[in-house]
C-alpha cells in the first residue's frame, strides 16, 4: 500500500507498476456486464492506458479457473498483487472500488 | 480459510501478515455478502464442481410463482369484496331488520331496516348494547340484557323465534317488533355468529286492536239494540240471538237445530197462515242470497197473543262471495200497526167529518144534508140503519127526518109516531149517548119495533142532537148487536151529532132568516110610504109658510124659495133662482151679510140671525130678520146646503124702537121724584149758602168760600137737567172719550142717593185704585148704570146693601163694574130672559131696560152678565175694555 500512495497522482504517470486485474463474470449476466463497464469507466478515466492490465474470465467457459483463484460468486474483481484484492458486486461503488484498488490518489 | 492454513507454524511476520490476511478477507466477504443482498450478484459457484449457477433464473422462477399466487389472491378478494357488497346490499334492502353478532355477542352489523325500526343503530355487545331505545313486553315489563331473543339464541345455541316486542323509540314514536334470532354454527359446531330478524308489526298490532275494539262495539250494539238479531248458519242453523230477538221469539230458540225446528217459532204470514221453514226470509238468505227488506210477518206467542213484526235479512258472505250464513233483524212493530190502524180510522173519521161539515155548509134543505150525511155515519160506526128524527112538541109527535139502511125499510122519511115516554127525553138532553141493547125492552109501537125487526135491528143507539143547549132531535143507529162497536164510537156518534146538530139548526136559521128579510122588506116598504107622505106634509109647510124660506147652495145662490118669499122681496121665483141672496140687500149692509155667510160655508158658524136691510124689486128698503142655517149632510163641514129664513120685520122694527122710546121716558118718570129731590138738595144748598153769603158780607167777612159751594151746587143741578134732558133725547152715536169710570158710577150714585134713602137701601162704594180712562160714550155708560141701580134698588122693596165696586182686569185689559144687591134675587127660569126686549117682572117697566142696557155694552165692545139666587140677591157685572 505504502508503494500505492508514493506513486504520482497524475493520469499518465507510469512510475509505478502496472495495474493487473482479473474480473469473472458469469456470461452476459446484467451484474456482470455492469462491472466491466463501471470498471472501465473508472480505469479510463484515471489511469493511463498503458498502467493497467485487464483479464475478464467468463466462468461459463472456464468455471476450473474461478476455483483456482476460490471465486465463489460472480461478478468477482480481482487484483493481483501481493495479496489479492477481491471485490464482489457490479463495482456501482465508485469509492469502494475506489479504495480497494488503491486509486484514491488519483482522484481529483 | 481452511483450518489447515490456521495450524501452520507461523512466525510473527506471517503471523501479522495472517492477521492482516484474515481482515481484508473479512472485509471482502462483507462486501461480498453485501453484494449479494444488494442484488449485485449474477451468479453462485459451487465450490465443489465450480459448476456456477446463475442467480436471474431462481429470480424469474420465484417472481413467476409469486405473481400466479398475487393473482389467485387478488381474483379472490374481488370474489369476496363483490359477495359481500351483495350480502350488505341484501341485508340493507330486506324488509325485516337484522342485528348480527359475532360469536361472543359483539354487535358486528345492523341493516338499514332495523336503524330504520328502532330508530337508531345499535353497537356494543348483545349484553350492553349501545343504542337510543328502550324495550319492553308488551305487558309494560322492561327487557332485561338476557331477555333478548339474541342474547337467548348465543346462550342457548338454538333458534328462539316470534317474541313480542314494545319499541319506545328516542323520538317518542313506539314501535311493536317481532323478533327471532338464530345461532349460525361452523362444522364442528361451534356458534361463530348470532343474527337476529325482526319486522315492525305496529301498524298489524293497531289493526289488531281495532278490530278488537270493532268486534266489541260491534257486541255491544247487536246485544243492545231494540231489534232482534239473529245469525243463522248456511244450513240455516241458528248460530246467535240478540235479548231482543229472544224477547221477539218469547220462547226457547232452537240454538244449532236444523232448519226444521224453526216451525216451532210459530211464524206465519200477515195473514195468518203459517210459514214453511224453508220459506222464511232468513232461510232464504242464507239458502239463496236473496236480500229481503221490510217483510211483515206474524208470530204467535205461546200465550196466545199475535204480535205483527217487520223483518230485514240479508246473506253473510265471504270475500270470494260464498254464502256463509244470513243475518236477520226482526221489529216487534204490534204497537205501531195498532196505532197506524187507529190513526187510520181517525183519518177516515176526519176526512167524513169534512165532508159532513162541507154538506152541511152547502146544503139548503135538512133532507138533502142527511141524504149525503147518513151514509157517511154508517161507513164511521157500521150498523143496520141510521136515521134522524126530530120532535114536533105542539102535535106531540116524533117526525122521521132521513134514514139510511142496509135493507128496503117501511119506516121512512115524513114517517110520524106519537110522542111518548119511551124516548126518555130528560135523559137524551143530558146529551148522553143511550144504548138499547134490547129493543123489546122499551115502551115502542109493536109495529115499530116488528119493522125494525125486519131489518134485523135488535138493538139501538140514541145520540141527542143539541145545539145551544136546545135539543134539536135524534140520531138513531140501529143494529143487530152491541158488541161488535168500535172502542171509540162514542167520541165518532158525539161529534157527528155535534156537527148535524148544527146543520140542523143552521137550516132551521136560514128559514128563519128568510121570514125575517121578507118581514124586513115590507117594513121597508112601508116606512118608505111614510117617508113619502113626511115629505108631502113637510112640502106643504114650506110651500104654505108664511116665513120667506129659501134654499141656498155653497155660494148663496138661490135653489128653491116658497111664495112666501117671493112676496117679501117682489121677485118671482124664476127671477130668484141662481142669484145670490145678498145681492137683495142695502148696499150697506151686504158686506156684513157676505162675511157671515163666508163664516157659515167655512163651518165657523152653524147659523146666524141677523137683521138686515132689504131692497125689493119695487125700489123699497125694508128690514128683515134672516136666520140662515147650515144644513151638513156629509162629514166634511163644508156647507153643502143653507136654509135662510126671511121676515119682513119692517113695521114690527117701528114699533119696537117706538117701545125703547117709551121706556126711556118711563125711566125718566120713574127718576122724576128723585130728581125733584135731586135738584132741590142743591138749590137749599146754593139758598143756604147765598144767605150766609148774605149775612156775612155785611159784616165785611170773605165769602168767597160760600160762593164757590153754591157754585157747585148749581152745577150739579145743571148737570142733572142735563142728564134728564139726554135721556129723552133720541139716540145718536156720539163719539167715544176717555172718561173716570169712578167719577161716573160716582155721578149716578149720587142721582140715586134719593132713591135709595127711601128704600132704605145702603149703598157701599168701593173704587178701584189708579183706574186707567175708558175709552166710552159717557151719557150712555151713565144711562146703563143708572138703568142696573135702579134695578137693583126695585130689587130691594124692604131695604137692604148694595156693593158698588169697580176692579181692574187684565187679561184682556178693562175694567169690571160690579153690583151686587141682597135683595129678592131672580128666578133661575127667568134669568136668561132678563136681557130680552119686553121681559119685565116690574108692572110699571116696559122690559127694555136691561135689553138696552146689554146693547150699549156691547157697542162698547164690553159684556154684561148676571148671577142670581132667589132670597139671596143678584149680582150684575159690566165689563168694559180699557
Redesign the interface.
Known amino acids: 500500500m505504502k508503494s500505492a500512495n508514493s506513486l504520482s497522482s497524475q493520469k499518465n504517470s507510469h512510475t509505478s507498476e502496472v495495474l493487473n486485474l482479473r474480473l469473472y ?3 452476459k ?4 456486464v ?2 466491466l463497464n463501471n470498471l472501465r469507466a473508472i480505469c479510463q478515466e484515471l489511469l493511463a492506458d498503458d498502467s493497467w492490465q485487464l483479464e475478464v474470465v467468463d ?2 467457459s472456464n ?2 479457473r ?2 483456482e483463484d476460490k ?6 474483481l480481482l487484483k493481483l498483487g501481493t ?1 489479492d ?6 463495482l ?1 461503488q465508485r469509492e ?1 472500488v475506489l479504495a480497494a484498488l488503491d486509486l484514491v490518489r488519483y482522484e481529483e | 480459510m481452511k483450518a489447515d492454513h490456521l495450524e501452520e507454524p507461523i512466525d510473527e511476520l506471517t503471523k501479522e501478515k495472517r492477521i492482516e490476511d484474515l481482515a481484508r478477507q473479512l472485509v471482502e466477504t462483507e462486501a461480498a455478502l453485501q453484494a449479494l443482498t444488494t442484488g449485485q450478484v449474477d451468479a453462485i459457484l459451487d465450490p465443489d464442481s465450480g459448476q456456477p449457477l446463475l442467480l436471474s433464473e431462481a429470480q424469474i422462477e420465484l417472481r413467476r410463482t409469486h405473481d400466479e399466487l398475487m393473482q389467485q389472491v387478488r381474483e379472490r378478494t374481488a370474489e369476496l369484496a363483490h359477495s359481500n357488497l351483495l350480502l350488505q346490499a341484501l341485508i340493507d334492502t330486506i324488509p325485516v331488520g337484522a342485528l348480527i353478532t359475532d360469536s361472543v355477542g359483539k354487535i358486528i352489523s345492523t341493516n338499514a331496516t332495523a336503524r330504520n325500526i328502532l330508530g337508531s343503530d345499535v353497537r356494543g355487545t348483545v349484553e350492553a348494547p349501545e343504542r337510543d331505545y328502550t324495550s319492553y313486553f308488551p305487558n309494560g315489563t322492561r327487557l332485561r340484557p338476557q331477555d333478548y331473543p339474541l342474547a337467548r339464541a348465543l346462550k342457548e345455541g338454538r333458534s328462539v323465534h316470534d317474541v313480542e316486542i314494545l319499541i319506545r323509540r328516542a323520538d317518542g314514536d313506539e314501535r311493536t317488533i317481532l323478533v327471532s334470532a338464530s345461532p349460525i354454527q361452523n362444522s364442528s359446531g361451534e356458534t361463530v355468529s348470532v343474527i337476529a330478524v325482526f319486522q315492525d308489526i305496529t301498524k298489524q298490532k293497531q289493526n289488531q286492536i281495532r278490530l278488537e275494539n270493532e268486534q266489541a262495539r260491534l257486541r255491544t250494539i247487536i246485544e243492545n239494540v231494540p231489534e232482534g238479531i239473529v245469525v243463522v248458519d248456511e244450513q240455516c242453523r241458528i248460530l246467535l240471538t240478540n235479548p231482543a230477538a229472544d224477547k221477539i221469539y218469547n220462547r226457547p230458540v232452537p240454538f244449532g237445530q236444523e232448519l226444521e225446528s224453526h216451525a216451532s217459532l210459530s211464524l206465519c204470514y200477515p195473514d195468518g197462515r203459517p210459514y214453511e221453514p224453508h220459506d222464511l226470509p232468513l232461510t232464504r238468505s242464507a239458502m239463496d242470497g236473496v236480500t229481503i227488506k221490510g217483510h211483515e210477518m206474524l208470530i204467535d206467542w205461546p200465550d196466545g197473543q199475535r204480535r205483527d213484526l217487520l223483518v230485514n235479512t240479508a246473506p253473510i258472505r265471504k270475500e270470494d262471495g260464498e254464502i256463509i250464513g244470513a243475518v236477520g233483524a226482526f221489529q216487534d212493530i204490534s204497537d205501531h200497526k195498532q196505532s197506524q190502524r187507529r190513526l187510520e180510522r181517525l183519518l177516515r173519521r176526519l176526512e167524513i167529518l169534512h165532508s159532513m161539515d162541507k154538506v152541511i155548509l152547502t146544503a139548503m134543505a135538512i133532507d138533502e144534508m142527511l141524504e149525503a150525511v147518513l151514509p157517511m155515519i154508517r161507513e164511521l160506526v157500521p150498523c143496520q140503519r141510521a136515521s134522524t128524527i126530530t120532535f114536533d112538541w105542539e102535535a106531540g109527535e116524533v117526525v122521521l127526518l132521513g134514514v139510511n139502511a142496509e135493507v128496503e125499510t117501511q119506516l121512512k122519511k115524513g114517517l110520524r109516531l106519537p110522542l111518548d115516554e119511551g124516548w126518555s127525553l130528560n135523559k137524551l138532553t143530558q146529551e148522553e149517548i143511550r144504548l138499547v141493547e134490547d129493543l123489546s125492552t122499551l115502551d115502542l109501537p109493536p109495529s115499530l119495533v116488528e119493522n125494525l125487526r125486519d131489518e134485523e135491528v135488535h138493538s139501538f143507539i140514541s145520540v141527542p142532537l143539541v145545539a145551544q143547549g136546545e135539543l134539536m132531535g135524534l140520531l138513531n143507529l140501529g143494529m143487530q148487536d152491541l158488541s161488535r162497536l168500535n172502542p171509540d164510537y162514542q167520541d165518532i156518534l158525539l161529534q157527528m151529532a155535534d156537527q148535524l146538530a148544527v146543520g140542523i139548526q143552521q137550516n132551521r136559521l136560514q128559514d128563519e132568516l128568510q121570514r125575517h128579510t121578507q118581514m124586513l122588506e115590507e117594513l121597508v116598504e112601508r116606512r118608505t110610504a111614510a117617508l113619502r107622505a113626511s115629505e108631502a106634509r113637510f112640502r106643504t109647510v114650506f110651500e104654505d109658510s108664511i116665513i120667506g124660506i129659501a134654499l141656498l147652495d155653497m155660494q148663496g145662490r138661490f135653489i128653491d124659495c116658497n111664495l112666501a118669499l117671493q112676496e117679501i122681496l117682489g121677485y118671482s121665483e124664476e127671477e130668484l133662482r141662481g142669484t145670490v141672496i145678498t145681492t137683495y140687500l142695502h148696499p150697506d149692509d151686504i158686506v156684513a151679510e157676505e162675511d157671515l155667510y163666508q163664516a157659515l160655508s167655512n163651518g165657523e158658524l152653524n147659523y146666524y140671525q141677523d137683521e138686515t136691510r132689504f131692497i125689493r124689486k119695487d125700489g123699497q128698503v125694508r128690514w128683515s130678520g134672516l136666520t140662515i142655517t147650515r144644513i151638513k149632510r156629509t162629514m166634511d163641514s163644508k156647507l153643502n146646503f143653507a136654509i135662510a129664513m126671511m121676515e119682513d120685520i119692517t113695521e114690527k122694527r117701528a114699533s119696537q124702537e117706538a117701545l125703547i122710546q117709551t121706556e126711556r121716558l118711563t125711566i125718566a118718570g120713574r127718576l122724576g121724584a128723585s130728581l125733584a129731590h135731586e135738584i132741590n138738595n142743591p138749590l137749599q144748598s146754593v139758598i143756604g149758602c147765598l144767605g150766609l153769603a148774605e149775612e156775612i158780607l155785611d159784616e165785611g167777612v170773605e165769602v168767597r168760600r160760600y160762593l164757590e159751594i153754591a157754585m157747585e151746587e148749581l152745577e150739579r143741578a145743571a148737570g142733572i137737567v142735563e142728564q134728564l134732558r139726554d135721556l129723552g133725547r133720541e139716540p145718536e152715536m156720539q163719539k167715544k172719550e176717555l172718561a173716570d169710570l169712578n167719577a161716573l158710577l160716582e155721578k149716578t150714585l149720587l142721582l140715586t142717593r134719593k132713591r135709595c134713602q127711601n128704600y132704605g137701601v145702603e149703598v157701599n162704594w168701593s173704587p178701584a185704585t189708579d183706574l186707567p180712562l175708558i175709552p166710552l160714550v159717557r151719557d150712555r155708560i151713565q144711562q146703563v148704570l143708572l138703568n142696573i141701580l135702579l134695578n137693583a134698588v126695585d130689587a130691594m122693596p124692604n131695604g137692604g146693601q148694595l156693593q158698588v165696586s169697580t176692579t181692574l182686569t187684565s187679561q184682556p185689559e178693562g175694567v169690571h163694574i160690579r153690583f151686587a144687591d141682597n135683595g129678592v134675587g131672580i128666578d133661575p127660569d127667568k134669568l136668561p130672559q132678563i136681557f130680552a126686549p119686553f121681559y119685565t117682572t116690574q108692572p110699571q117697566g116696559l122690559g127694555l131696560g136691561l135689553y138696552i142696557s146689554k146693547n150699549i155694552v156691547e157697542e162698547h165692545g164690553g159684556t154684561i152678565d148676571v148671577e142670581s139666587q132667589i132670597g139671596e140677591g143678584t149680582t150684575f157685572t159690566v165689563w168694559l175694555p180699557s
Open positions: 463474470v458469469a456470461g449476466s446484467p451484474n456482470s455492469h462491472a466462468i461459463f468455471p476450473k474461478a476455483l471465486i465463489l460468486v460472480t461478478p468477482t495479496p484484492v477481491r471485490i464482489v458486486g457490479d456501482s469502494r
